[in-house]
């Protein structure tokens, strides 16, 4: 899938983030909201919260316009119940042929597995990003890569720091490693100590993602 900066935003875009793991829409969501706003300052955005009312709501926005934004993101939170009554549609189901409008964005959280209707709504100009659990080794190397991505180097311990308290999502981990490289300096991303993961990660007995 291609990388949310690499979008074309002049074109109608979706994107459904599914699975557990919300940490991953959180970050998504705040990628693509960085890209919008940089690109169109006045861009309006509507958040829709889950009930299925929402749908009906949700679908006429998209379609209707907007009469002063010169870009429009919709963002939907737990979004089960709007894509179910939407994929059960005939008239919505139709009216989603002719693609997604210019100019707009729509950022979609979706716990579990959405059904191949709901896939089929957003066509090509869908992205699925797909949530999950990580195992063993995976957790150390999702670690590792997004280290580097980043330019954090860890000592060992601080490494086995982070492998054994955060949660094993993708999000949980680019959470706290997007909070380390906002906060340390060049200098000691260079060298991320035990002390410094502990400080500004874990200050307290929970995990604080």
């Known amino acids: 899938m291609q990388k949310t900066q690499e979008w074309k935003l002049q074109q109608g875009n979706a994107v459904i983030v599914s699975g ?20 169109y300052p006045d861009a309006e955005i509507l958040v829709f919260t889950g009930e299925e009312e929402d749908g009906a709501i949700f679908h006429r926005e998209v379609f209707t ?8 993101l919709l ?30 964005m729509i950022v979609i959280q979706y716990s579990g597995n959405p059904t191949a209707s709901i896939l089929s709504l ?3 100009q869908l992205h699925h990003i797909q949530g999950k659990e990580l195992y063993g080794n995976q957790i150390h190397e999702a670690i590792y890569d997004k280290a580097r991505h980043l330019g954090l180097n860890f000592t060992e311990d601080a490494l ?3 492998r054994e308290r955060l949660p094993p999502k993708m999000g949980s981990i680019e959470q706290a490693l997007l909070r380390l490289r906002d906060i340390l300096s060049p200098e000691q991303r260079q060298k991320v100590t035990l002390e410094l993961v502990r400080e500004i990660i874990f200050p307290q007995a929970g995990c604080n993602i």
Do not use: C
Request: proline share 3%.
């Open 20 to 39: 557990t793991d919300h940490g991953l829409f959180d970050t998504t969501l705040k990628q693509i909201k960085a890209k919008v706003q940089s690109e």
């Open 65 to 72: 316009g907007s009469l002063f934004a010169s870009y429009r």
């Open 75 to 104: 963002i939907l939170r737990q979004a089960e119940k709007m894509l179910q009554y939407l994929s059960k549609s005939p008239n919505a189901v139709e009216e989603w042929k002719a693609g997604i409008p210019d100019r707009t």
């Open 122 to 124: 957003f066509g090509k």
């Open 160 to 162: 086995h720091e982070l």
